[in-house]
């Protein structure tokens, strides 16, 4: 039996005198309606769910560690008010021990307490006075000089 064969291609495309279509329409029809090979869609599917997964997985230890150190800080916190705490108590314990000394050389118990508060009134003028001598570091002159164009004055060395 004799078969009748028709020119392979879309119908409706017009052969060449060989009765073949063009490179070009071949390559063009190709593209238009070849998928991609089902192992390129698998491939991206798997890196997109792979950097998914990556992406959850990093942001949830990040999380865990953001907790971490939240309780890390909460503790740091409260242990420092209870150091605070013992301390104030110890400066308490040593200034009353200072007065009973004070009074057992003979000077009166009021005289004894009012020397040590005011003892303790000096030393606190003088770390008020130290503070507000480093408070003038707050104020970023490095900084603000670089800004306003200023050069630095450069200290002569010896």
């Not at 052969?15 to 070009?24: L, M, Y």
């Not at 008010?81 to 200034?95: F, K, R, S, Y």
């Not at 009973?100 to 003088?126: D, E, R």
Request: glycine share 6%; hydrophobic share 55%; aromatic share 6%.
């Amino acid at each position: 039996m004799d078969s009748y064969r028709q020119p392979q291609g879309t119908p409706g495309a017009t052969p060449n005198e060989d009765g073949a279509q063009t490179a070009s329409q071949e390559a063009s029809l190709r593209a238009a309606t070849s998928p991609p090979p089902a192992g390129v869609l698998e491939e991206l599917s798997n890196a997109l769910t792979s950097a998914r997964a990556t992406a959850s997985n990093f942001l949830e230890l990040v999380s865990l560690e953001a907790q971490r150190a939240g309780m890390s800080l909460v503790w740091m916190v409260a242990w420092a008010v209870v150091a605070g705490i013992c301390l104030v108590a110890t400066w308490l314990g040593l200034m009353a021990a200072l007065a009973m000394w004070v009074t057992s050389l003979g000077l009166s118990s009021i005289a004894a307490v009012l020397l040590v508060a005011l003892l303790n009134a000096a030393i606190a003028g003088a770390l008020i006075f130290a503070s507000i001598a480093m408070s003038r570091g707050l104020l970023f002159p490095a900084t603000r000089r670089q800004l306003s164009g200023h050069r630095a004055v450069k200290a002569s060395t010896p």
